[in-house]
């Protein structure tokens, strides 16, 4: 092979591998803007419930043994 055949591939293989990169930046840059997205809804979600949960007030003083018995129609749990 002759210097010129060598700098082709050369330049060939550079270029692809610059390809392969600057496309995995791009998917990992829209895969940080779909987390993103995702951690803002969350953090509106929480502020919601964090807003529209109110303690139970019979519960008051309860420290220890925390267990309870509740129904729900025909269910019944322990």
């Known amino acids: 092979m002759n ?3 060598l700098y ?9 591998w610059f390809i392969g990169v600057a496309y995995t930046l791009y ?9 993103k997205e995702a ?3 969350h953090g509106i ?3 919601e419930l964090k807003y529209d949960v109110y303690p ?6 309860l420290t220890n043994n925390r267990s309870f018995s ?3 129609s025909d269910i019944t749990a322990p």
């Open 8 to 16: 082709t591939v050369g330049i060939l293989l550079g270029l692809a």
């Open 70 to 72: 509740c129904s729900i």
């Open 56 to 61: 139970i007030r019979q519960f008051r003083g």
């Open 39 to 41: 951690q803002i809804q």
């Open 45 to 47: 979600l929480l502020n």
């Open 3 to 5: 210097k010129l055949m």
């Open 27 to 35: 998917t990992i840059a829209e895969d940080v803007k779909i987390m």
